[in-house]
C-alpha cells in the first residue's frame, strides 16, 4: 500500500478499481466521465447518488455508516473517456472541508486489496473536491492524487467539467395581461398592484382576490392553503422579515417502493428574469440568503424529506419572487407518490405558518408546490400553485414557473 501525495500517480494492476472516501461527517461522493478535451460528454457521464451507473462507472452509497465509492471498470470504458474525477462534497450545507479532511482509500474492485490512500492536506474553505483520477496515459491507466479544491461546492466543480447544473435562460417577459412593475410605488399612498393584476385595474384601492382563491393572513394561526389561494406572511399588521423554513415532504410510492424526490427553489427578478436557482447540486444562493437541507433518496420517515431555509430579511432587492418546485429525477410519475406536501415553518420558533397538501396528484415528474412574491409594501405573500409539468430537472422548472408567477 502506497500513501499517496498530491500529484503523485500510480500505476493500476487491475482492471476494475474501487475509491472509498471517508470522512468525520457524511460526503457526497460522485465520479465524472471525462473526454480528451476535460468535458463530459453529456450530463450523462455525471455519475453520483441520483443517477448511480454509467458506461463503466458506478456509485455506491455508504449509507451514512460507510464511506460512498466509485467503482471504475477500465475495460467497460466507452472509446473517447480519458479520465474520471472523483469528488467528494460534505453533505451539510455550507460545510467546508477545513477540519474534516477526507480520506480516499484506493482498492482493487475485485480481491479487496488496497493499492493507494490519499489524504488532501491543508484545506480551509474548500466545500468540494477533486479528489483522485482515474486516468490512461500510453495506454496504461493509473491512478494520481489531486485534492484540487473548490470554494462553490460540488455546483463548481461540475460546472467546471461541463455538467449542466442550471439552466441559463433568457428572461422571460411578463405576459401581457401582467405589466412590469414599476421601479418605485406610485405616487398614490395606496397600495400598487401586485403581479398579475391586469393593466386596467386602478392602483388606488387595494385589489380583491379572485373569486375562490382568497388572501388571508396570520392573524388566526396557523393556514391551509387550497390550491391558488394566497395568504400574506403578516400577523398582527407587520410583515413577517424574518427567517422561515420552507419543508417538502412526501410518501413512498403506493406500492411501497422507494421514490427519490428533489426539492427546489428558483428565484427570478421583478421581470421574472430567472436570477438562481436552489437545489441539491447548489445548496446555497443569493450569498446564503437561501440554503438546501440535501438530498433524501426515498422519501423514507416521518417529517420534512427536504427542507429550505429563506432569511426574507437577507434576500437581495432583486429577488422578489420564488417558486418551489419538486422534481423526479428517477422519472418515476407523481400518480406514484402516496402523498405530497410543503409547509412554510418560523425558524426562530419551528412554529408551523402556513400548509399545502397536494391532492390529485398528476403522471408528471414535476411540480410547482408554492410561490414567495414580495409586494411593494416589502411584505411576502405564499400561494398555493399545485401545477405539474414534465421535468426530471430544476433547469426544465424555470420557463414554466416564471409564467406561473
Not at 26 to 42: C, I, P, T
Not at 106 to 135: C, H, M, Q, S
Not at 266 to 278: K, L, T
Not at 281 to 291: D, E, H, N, T
Request: glycine share 12%; net charge negative.
Amino acid at each position: 500500500m502506497t500513501a499517496m501525495t498530491p500529484g503523485s500517480n500510480l500505476p493500476l494492476n487491475t482492471v476494475r478499481v474501487t475509491v472509498d472516501v471517508a470522512a468525520p461527517v457524511r460526503l457526497d461522493v460522485s465520479g465524472l466521465l471525462l473526454a480528451a478535451d476535460g468535458k463530459v460528454r453529456s450530463d450523462a457521464d455525471f455519475i453520483f447518488y441520483n443517477q448511480p451507473s454509467g458506461p463503466g462507472v458506478s456509485y455506491r452509497s455508504g449509507g451514512g455508516s460507510a464511506p460512498d465509492s466509485i467503482t471504475v471498470d477500465t475495460g467497460a470504458l466507452p472509446p473517447g473517456i480519458e479520465r474520471i474525477v472523483v469528488t467528494a462534497s460534505p453533505d451539510a450545507a455550507g460545510q467546508s472541508f477545513q477540519g474534516i479532511e477526507p480520506t480516499a482509500t484506493v482498492r482493487d474492485a475485485d480481491g479487496g486489496a488496497v493499492i493507494a490512500t490519499f489524504t488532501p492536506p491543508k484545506l480551509g474553505a474548500e466545500t468540494a473536491l477533486v479528489v483522485v483520477e482515474v486516468y490512461q496515459r500510453g495506454g496504461v491507466w493509473k491512478v494520481r492524487a489531486v485534492g484540487q479544491g473548490y470554494a462553490n461546492g460540488l455546483a463548481g466543480i461540475a460546472t467546471d467539467f461541463g455538467v449542466s447544473v442550471e439552466e441559463e435562460a433568457a428572461p422571460t417577459p411578463p405576459p401581457v395581461a401582467a405589466p412590469q412593475p414599476p421601479a418605485v410605488p406610485p405616487a398614490p399612498p395606496a397600495p400598487a398592484p401586485t403581479w398579475g393584476q391586469p393593466p386596467s385595474a386602478p392602483a388606488a384601492p387595494a385589489p380583491t382576490a379572485p373569486v375562490g382563491a382568497g388572501k388571508i393572513n396570520l392573524d388566526k394561526g396557523r393556514v391551509n392553503l387550497q390550491k391558488n389561494q394566497t395568504v400574506s406572511l403578516v400577523k398582527g399588521g407587520r410583515p413577517l422579515l424574518s427567517q422561515v423554513k420552507m419543508g417538502l415532504g412526501w410518501e413512498p410510492a403506493f406500492g411501497g417502493r422507494d421514490i427519490d424526490l428533489d426539492a427546489s427553489v428558483i428565484a427570478y427578478g421583478p421581470q421574472r428574469n430567472h436570477i438562481d436557482s436552489c437545489y441539491f447540486g447548489k445548496l446555497s444562493i443569493l450569498g446564503g440568503a437561501v440554503k438546501h437541507s440535501g438530498d433524501n433518496l426515498t422519501g423514507e420517515g416521518a417529517g420534512d424529506d427536504e427542507v429550505i431555509v429563506v432569511d426574507l430579511g437577507r434576500l437581495p432587492a432583486e429577488a422578489t419572487g420564488l417558486v418551489f418546485t419538486v422534481n423526479s429525477f428517477s422519472g418515476q410519475k407523481f400518480s406514484e407518490v402516496a402523498k405530497a406536501y410543503c409547509r412554510l415553518i418560523d425558524a426562530a420558533s419551528g412554529e408551523e405558518l402556513v400548509r399545502f397538501d397536494l391532492t390529485g396528484a398528476e403522471p408528471q415528474t414535476g411540480v410547482m408546490m408554492a410561490k414567495l412574491i414580495k409586494q411593494f409594501s416589502g411584505e411576502w405573500e405564499m400561494t398555493a400553485i399545485g401545477e405539474f409539468v414534465k421535468s426530471r430537472t430544476v433547469r426544465g422548472m424555470v420557463k414554466p414557473a416564471a409564467q406561473a408567477l
